[in-house]
C-alpha cells in the first residue's frame, strides 16, 4: 500500500505561483509513474501532468504546458508540481495519484493511489 498526502494549495492572484508536494509512504513508494490531476467543481478529474520517474519522461495537458512543471526529490520520496502564470481557470482540487503500471494513463480510473487532495484557488 501507498499513502499519499498533498500540500501546498491555496489562495492566490492571477499570474501568481505556487508549489504543490505529495509526499510518498508505505510499501513500494518506488512506484514509477506519478500524476497530478485536478478536478473543478461540477467537472472530471483530469490528468495535468504525468511522469514516469523511472525514465525520467513527462507529459502535460496544453492548457498547463509551459507554466507547470512536475518534478521529485528521491530522498523526500515526494513529487512536486511547480505552477507558474495561474489563472482563474486553474482554480480546482489537485490530486496527486500513483500507478502500479510503468506505461503511460491518463485516466483517474487508471492509478491505484491517491491522494486526498489539496485546493488551489486563483482569483482574478
Known amino acids: 500500500q501507498v499513502q499519499l498526502v498533498e500540500s501546498g494549495g491555496g489562495l492566490v492572484q492571477d499570474g501568481d505561483s505556487l508549489r504543490l508536494s505529495c509526499a510518498a509512504s508505505?510499501?513500494?513508494?518506488?512506484?514509477?509513474?506519478m500524476g497530478w490531476f485536478r478536478q473543478a467543481p461540477g467537472k472530471e478529474r483530469d490528468l495535468v501532468a504525468f511522469?514516469?520517474?523511472?525514465?525520467?519522461?513527462?507529459s502535460y495537458a496544453d492548457s498547463v504546458k509551459g507554466r507547470f512543471t512536475i518534478s521529485r526529490d528521491d530522498a523526500k520520496n515526494t513529487v512536486y508540481l511547480q505552477m507558474n502564470s495561474l489563472k482563474p481557470e486553474d482554480t480546482a482540487v489537485y490530486y496527486c495519484?500513483?500507478?502500479?503500471?510503468?506505461?503511460?494513463?491518463?485516466?483517474?480510473?487508471?492509478?491505484?493511489?491517491w491522494g486526498q487532495g489539496t485546493q488551489v484557488t486563483v482569483s482574478s
Open positions: 495519484a500513483a500507478r502500479k503500471s510503468p506505461t503511460y494513463a491518463m485516466r483517474w480510473d487508471e492509478y491505484d493511489y
Open positions: 511522469a514516469n520517474l523511472r525514465f525520467g519522461t513527462t
Open positions: 508505505g510499501r513500494s513508494v518506488s512506484s514509477p509513474v
